[in-house]
């Protein structure tokens, strides 16, 4: 592992704990928020994650999409239609904001969990 994907995959871990930790909060209003919060985060570090080990492959992906694509291809995850949503969840959040949609949110970044520590050993692995 070079330094640069050394470094962001050990921000992945990070972020993976924090989101960890706040998931296993009560589940308050603020809770819930500030999980929401590191769901974003921790996400964004995922797919940008992807993107840097499979450009150190030789394989380009240019948007979350295809590197969710192509990952499943080189076998990082399992099922890209459930990074797809993921996807869609974090773009949801980020562009409206109610109180139904934050409480599916949160209910995802729990599944999102558990599939990013599944991504996070596979690139351990590698």
Known sequence: MNNALESITDDF????????????????RIHKDATIQR??????????????????QGIECKSPRDCF????????????????????????IAHTYNIKTADKIYKKAAIFRKNAQKLLNELKEQ
């Open 69 to 92: 694509r192509r990952a499943a291809d080189y076998g990082l995850i399992d099922n890209p239609a459930r990074w797809f949503d993921f996807l869609d969840a974090r773009n949801l």
């Open 39 to 56: 769901f974003e985060f921790c996400f964004e570090l995922s797919w940008k994650t992807i993107k840097l080990f499979l450009n150190n």
């Open 13 to 28: 871990n990070k972020a993976l704990n924090r989101l960890s930790e706040a998931l296993e909060l009560a589940p308050t």
